[in-house]
């Protein structure tokens, strides 16, 4: 039985199919309509989500399969003091796959020890989101025809945003991907991530301004300041509006220059820019299905 905890759980090989499935199901979806037929997969977020545990709901209910669980903590029996592990044991007699959300880091990891279905991290505290990552990666390929040969920038809250720091482990394992981080001091990219970095002699930068860094990006990652990680209000206030992509920053930028964003979004993107046709982070929001359902299926070990 597999889990999904990280990026890094899945080779490159193994990407390669997951996307290739993902593709063939986004082109063929009747073949794929009964392929979970029976099967239960249980969303159990302890953590608010829009995208993650709609578009996982969404993959099941679109393979013919049922979904249950719960959207918060309050609603579960962890408000009365119930730990993850007894939590995952239960769910194992009542579904056959889980998406676990936890603001702890590795949460999901421990549901996994205990767990006798396959459990797929959601996104756990400010550590990883390797399901985000299969969406960006998936959206780069469908849209850039490849993964590998690329300057790409990574804005915002690089310090807390698990996207970020989960989409760098990933590729680093494609050729020729060279890093910008874009950030101010105190939202740095984690010192451990650098270290990596440096260990693979991979290349990158730190900058703090966007404006002198777009022009020479192929891709740019935005991400919101995360406001439920910061220790108090007021640093949180003094930091969210130190970088807003806007259209006079856009005009700087390459003409096939991609946009993306995890959402959700707050002001750090212009809504100005959502009509600019590089801004494609509601395309990726449509691929994140796919590849939620070409995982479930993965997951479960089932051939269509
Ligand atoms: N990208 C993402 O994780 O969005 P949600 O928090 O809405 O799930």
New binding site residues.
Partial sequence: MRHLMKPLDFTTEELDQLFDLADDIQKNRAKYAHACDGKILATCFYE??????LSFESAMLSLGGQVLGFASADSSSAAKGESVADTIRTVSCFADICAMRHPKEGAPMVAASKSRIPVINA?DGGHE?PT?TLTDLMTIRSLKGRLDNFTIGFCGDLKFGR?VHSLVHALMRYDNIHFVFISPEELRIPSYVREELREANIPFEEVIDLESAIGNLDLLYMTRVQRERFFNEEDYVRLKDFCILTKAKMKKARPDMLVLH???RVNEISVEVDDDPRAVYFDQVQYGRFVRMALILTLLEIKV
């Fill in positions: 608010p989500s829009t995208r993650t545990r996104g989101h985000q996207t995890p959402l959700p």
